[in-house]
């Protein structure tokens, strides 16, 4: 199983940006879907989640202004980033509980995407 993210990028403050992350492989079902990020010096934090039936929770910091999705049929999920700030810069990563046939549930994780706000 393998995820892929795009739609990283330099943006201006106040500006949008949206993430894709495509899951592919031997997937028989996927739970939960979700996005963290990591800041330069800080850890690995959530900055939402998704399960399949549409549930979603949000970071406080980006309540309001992010929005995750995810079409089911294609595996992939999303996220909507408006009003973005300074601190919003980060490697996002996109995460994934997926079931294979023959394996049973297991974490994935994207290559991650920098996302790079400018004041």
């Known amino acids: 199983v393998q995820l892929q993210a795009s739609g990283g990028g330099l943006v201006q403050a106040g500006g949008s940006l949206r993430l894709s992350c495509a899951a592919s492989?031997?997937?028989?079902?996927?739970?939960?879907m979700g996005w963290y990020r990591q800041a330069p010096g800080k850890q690995r934090e959530l900055v939402a989640s998704?399960?399949?039936?549409?549930?979603?929770n949000y970071a406080d910091s980006v309540k309001g202004r992010f929005a995750i999705s995810r079409d089911n049929a294609k595996n992939t999920v999303y996220v909507q980033m408006n009003s973005l700030k300074p601190e919003d810069t980060a490697v996002y990563y996109c995460?994934?509980?997926?079931?294979?046939?023959?394996?049973?549930?297991?974490?994935?994780w994207g290559q991650g995407t920098l996302v790079t706000v400018s004041s």
């Open positions: 492989g031997n997937i028989f079902s996927i739970n939960r």
């Open positions: 995460n994934a509980y997926v079931y294979t046939v023959n394996i049973g549930g297991v974490d994935y």
């Open positions: 998704i399960t399949s039936g549409g549930s979603t």
